[in-house]
């Protein structure tokens, strides 16, 4: 057979009408058979994607590609913290979407996912990204499996909140302040459903009484109480701002050897912005020949009578603590002293004291939190004494201090607790009153 080459130039077949109803037969083969060196224009049948493609002199794409675009990303990047990025824009494709994270001035990180729509993804933050320094701009672009990149959408690595000792349990970070300072919420952040735990000073115990109150405890712990049988307050919202944390100290007990009335436990707080959160710092304890507990966040025992005349206990405060106990008549000019009643606890009433005789009683129990991640209990208050003989009261649940036993020295309350002291009897140093625990401000989040 003879072949006739026909001589045509690249015009006449590229510019003709093909009128023909049959098939152009194109080159076809595996994503892994392309050519080695293409160039602009090649084009070819992709039997892997079933799809016909061709390349642009960058990349290979379908000859009628689909190109994404990238509306938002929401999650923020926070330097030295792992986290997510959510994605949200329209052709995104079922799989194999690069997410690129390109720091100004930096080198690209790339990350493949599977889309959870055409419309969104979720893409781990690259620790090159979030090892950034905080204020460098990411510029984030996304490309799906045809081949094609979307716009760039910038987000800005953003400092974290800072203050007190911090610490993590779950998703929750977590802020304890032991002493006073502040929480410093950077610019860019704003925290939202923010659960904090404000507790005051517990009060002193009192000379020949009762025990100290504890410090007033707000909390707003979903699911737990604040004080006095109060449900927790409403989660906050802070914004950039910062924001003092004060610490209440405990009230110090009568450190002289004549009776005397010891001292309230101090106001702890969180203060600044929109924010402005204070607990009232615990009664102490009443001393000798009936005097009232004060009140308080809750209130102290009173003293015991020699006259007898009953005591009262000083009241709580309204959501953050209980009454301390009251007292029966004393002992009338003849025989045993009354035992001495309990300051009031964050979570109870202290125990009454009983008659001439009787033992010291214990504080009111405190109210257990989880706010650090384990349950603990804080805001108890402190024992009242005991007279005539025998023990003195225990300290409240939560940080409470016990009585003396008749001579012995009283105990504090717990530092960082709120717990009131435990009462005395006695004129000799060492036989002090207790002095109150410390307050503590606790405040925990989810970064946004």
């Known amino acids: 057979m003879t072949i006739r080459k026909i001589n045509v130039t690249s015009t006449e077949v590229s510019n003709d009408a093909n009128t023909s109803t049959g098939a152009f037969d194109l080159p076809a083969g595996t994503t892994a058979q392309r050519p080695g060196s293409p160039t602009s224009g090649n084009i070819r049948f992709n039997t892997t994607l079933q799809s016909t493609e061709v390349y642009d002199g960058n990349v290979w794409g379908k000859t009628s590609p689909i190109v994404p675009t990238l509306s938002s ?13 959510t994605l949200a824009g329209t ?3 079922t799989s194999n979407l690069v997410v690129t994270f390109t720091p100004s001035g930096g080198s690209a990180s790339t990350v493949t996912v599977t889309p959870s729509s055409e419309t969104a993804a979720t893409a781990a933050v690259p620790s090159a990204i979030y090892g950034q320094s905080a204020g460098t701009v990411i510029s984030i672009t996304v490309t799906n499996s045809d081949n094609r990149t979307s716009n760039a959408v910038n987000s800005t690595v953003l400092a974290l909140p800072t203050g007190g000792t911090i610490t993590t349990s779950g998703s929750n970070r977590i802020h304890t302040f032991n ?17 904090y735990l404000v507790i005051a000073g517990g009060g002193s115990g009192g000379d020949y009484g009762g025990g100290g109150g504890a410090g007033g405890y707000r909390s707003s712990v979903v699911g737990e109480n604040s004080g006095g049988g109060a449900s927790a307050e409403t989660r906050i919202t802070m914004a950039a701002a910062t924001y003092a944390a004060t610490i209440g100290g405990g009230g110090a007990g009568n450190q002289t050897n004549s009776y005397g009335v010891g001292n309230d436990g101090v106001a702890s707080s969180i203060i600044g ?11 102490s304890g009443g001393y000798y020949n009936a005097v009232n507990g004060h009140a308080g966040g809750s209130g102290g025992g009173p003293g015991i009578s020699e006259g007898g005349v009953a005591g009262t206990g000083g009241a709580g405060t309204s959501g953050q603590g209980y009454a301390g106990g009251s007292n029966t008549a004393g002992r009338g000019g003849t025989g045993s002293y009354p035992g001495g009643a309990g300051g009031g606890g964050a979570g109870a009433v202290g125990t009454n004291g009983p008659g001439k005789g009787g033992a010291g009683q214990p504080g009111g129990a405190g109210v257990a939190s989880s706010i650090t991640g384990s349950s603990v209990t804080r805001g108890g208050g402190g024992g009242g004494l005991s007279a005539s003989s025998g023990v003195g009261g225990a300290g409240g649940a939560g940080g409470g201090g016990t009585a003396n036993d008749h001579g012995g020295a009283s105990r504090h309350g717990v530092a960082n607790t709120g717990g009131g002291g435990g009462a005395h009897i006695g004129t000799n140093s060492s036989s002090y009153a207790g002095n109150g625990g410390s307050g503590v401000v606790i405040i925990r989040y989810v970064l946004p």
């Open 73 to 85: 990303v929401t999650g923020n990047i926070f330097n030295s913290t792992a986290g997510n990025v």
């Open 91 to 93: 052709n995104f494709l």
């Open 179 to 195: 002493s006073s300072g502040n929480f410093v919420v950077p610019s860019g952040v704003t925290l939202t459903n923010v659960e």
């Open 273 to 283: 912005g929109s924010v402005s959160i204070s607990t009232v710092g615990g009664g």
